[in-house]
């Protein structure tokens, strides 16, 4: 995995620039996953809201993907799988789904905060890896 090896012929400042961009809209996005998740546990089937998380779960894995941040993008992915079958009606969403999609919000989160921070996400290691395991293998 590449994470936080950029991608591409960019100078690292200009990199910089646009992983603090990245950071401060990812940031936004999951804010705005956490508003329509409580508004979906009033309402599980509200197409709109499945709509706007997907979307939102859309953006974060492009812009993660451009950055080169395979591991946000990888979880990204399996949200974003698992939300197009909610969207078509081949699954329903559940407490138990709203839960570990808000927890794989905090690992996104904790991701931001490290790379805020100057971190490789490599760097956390195993401890990234046994948080994010546990929340993909929900959706399979």
């Known amino acids: 995995m590449s994470d936080h090896n950029f991608p591409g012929d960019l100078p690292a400042d200009e990199m910089g620039d646009y992983l603090r961009l990245y950071l401060d809209e990812t940031d936004e996005q999951l804010d705005g996953l956490v508003e329509t998740f409580l508004q979906l546990e009033h309402d599980p089937a509200d197409a709109q809201g499945l709509n706007e998380a997907f979307r939102l779960i859309h953006s974060i ?9 395979d591991r946000i993008t990888s979880l990204t992915h399996h949200l974003e799988t698992h939300f197009e079958r909610l969207r078509s009606g081949h699954r ?36 990234l890896d046994q948080r994010a395991q546990p929340r993909t293998n929900r959706f399979n």
């Open 61 to 69: 894995k492009g812009s993660s993907a451009l950055l080169g941040l």
């Open 92 to 127: 329903q969403l559940d407490t138990a789904t709203i839960n570990v999609v808000l927890r794989c919000i905090d690992f996104l989160r904790e991701c931001n905060q490290l790379l805020r921070a100057g971190e490789p996400l490599h760097s956390a290691g195993e401890l």
